[in-house]
């Protein structure tokens, strides 16, 4: 069974950069054509997608995140990571991750991002 657990700051001050790790469990990130994607759900808002890191350790960013947005892996702790820079209040949301490039079949329970001074 694939378990998927997101870690990282809670409160993060505004125009730094918040760092967010999901470690997976029950499969490997380097499977065989399986992508590894972090989405957000501001408060009040939909899903929105952010990017992911493929099993060759591709990645892909949506645009609108693009300019300040890196995901990365460790392999050997079966982990991959998030990393948003310049961060504004507008960032404050539960942020997820999932195995799954545009459909997502396994999540993690999500972790709450607060971007406040």
């Known amino acids: 069974q694939v378990q998927l657990q997101e870690s990282g700051p809670g409160l993060v001050k505004p125009s730094q950069t918040r760092s967010l790790t999901c470690t997976v469990s029950?499969?490997?990130?380097?499977?065989?054509?399986?992508?590894w994607t972090w989405t957000r759900q501001p408060p009040g808002k939909g899903l929105e997608w952010i990017g992911y890191?493929?099993?060759?350790?591709?990645?892909y960013y949506s645009p609108s995140f693009k300019s300040r947005t890196s995901i990365s892996r460790d392999t050997s702790k079966n982990q991959f990571a998030l990393q948003l820079s310049s961060v504004t209040p507008e960032d404050t949301a539960v942020y997820y991750c999932?195995?799954?490039?545009?459909?997502?079949?396994?999540w993690g329970k999500g972790t709450q991002v607060t971007v406040s001074s």
């Open positions: 890191i493929a099993y060759s350790g591709m990645t």
């Open positions: 029950g499969d490997s990130i380097t499977t065989n054509y399986y992508y």
């Open positions: 999932a195995r799954g490039g545009s459909l997502m079949d396994c």
